[in-house]
């Protein structure tokens, strides 16, 4: 079971971290002015009947942005896990923490990775776009949708809501994905099997973020690893 927490938890970040079934899009946003720092705030909840998907209900997400520095953080399962992403867009390298119910792990990223991360996001050849009539407003904005679906993963169907008002002078993990949608993502739905999760934007701040806030130091505790260790340490706790 601690290992299935660990494995779904670092999942959730790097599914949300990757973003890799975004598609093209453009949006009219209801507040004229571009946001080039700040951060923004999420929350993830669950329609479900299986009481384990509903364990995620609240877990939040903040993506802070300043220059060419980024950082996604998040608190899941009710804070049993925690993590963060830092990107350094001019150095092109990151720094990973996660923490979970005691285990401590720091992945140090490469430009090798981060390039990898970025190709993997910018992947769109296998899947299908299909805007939606109507505009969600997520977090005070007016965004388009965009229905994604996948042939080779039918029973799944994600709805991506961009806001165009937004834009980091360096993403990140989402660079690419930002360059495919013409515009940065308030908010997430993706159905499968009768599960809805949602990620939502519930806050866009303005506010310049420390430059503390990205560097990259691991903290006492945690254990130096690379992202292929750690799957191949927890990678068969997916089907636990």
């Given at each position: ?79 049993l ?11 092109n ?11 401590k ?33 997520v ?43 013409n ?58």
């Amino acid at each position: 079971m601690k290992q299935s927490f660990f494995f779904l938890a670092f999942m959730l970040l790097t599914v949300f971290g990757y973003s890799q079934l975004l598609p093209s899009a453009s949006t009219a946003a209801t507040k004229p002015n571009i946001i080039k720092n700040g951060t923004i705030y999420y929350t993830l909840n669950v329609e479900s009947e299986d009481p384990q998907a509903k364990m995620l209900n609240n877990s939040t997400f903040e993506y802070a942005f300043s220059g060419k520095d980024s950082k996604i953080a998040g608190l899941v399962l009710g804070g049993l896990f925690s993590g963060n992403m830092i990107v350094d867009g001019v150095a092109n390298n990151g720094l990973a923490l996660m923490s979970v119910m005691g285990q401590k792990k720091a992945i140090r990223m490469t430009p090798a990775d981060i390039t990898k991360a970025q190709n993997s996001a910018a992947n769109m050849n296998s899947v299908k776009i299909t805007p939606i009539a109507g505009t969600q407003k997520v977090a005070g904005y007016s965004c388009k949708k965009v229905m994604i679906t996948d042939p080779n993963n039918p029973n799944t169907q994600t709805i991506v809501y961009v806001c165009n008002n937004i834009a980091p002078e360096s993403g990140g993990m989402v660079d690419e994905m930002m360059k495919k949608i013409n515009g940065f993502p308030l908010g997430f739905e993706v159905i499968s099997n009768g599960n809805k999760i949602k990620i939502l934007a519930t806050e866009v701040s303005t506010k310049m973020p420390k430059k503390a806030d990205f560097k990259q130091v691991v903290p006492d505790g945690y254990e130096e690893t690379t992202m292929e260790k750690l799957r191949e340490e927890f990678g068969g706790a997916a089907g636990e």
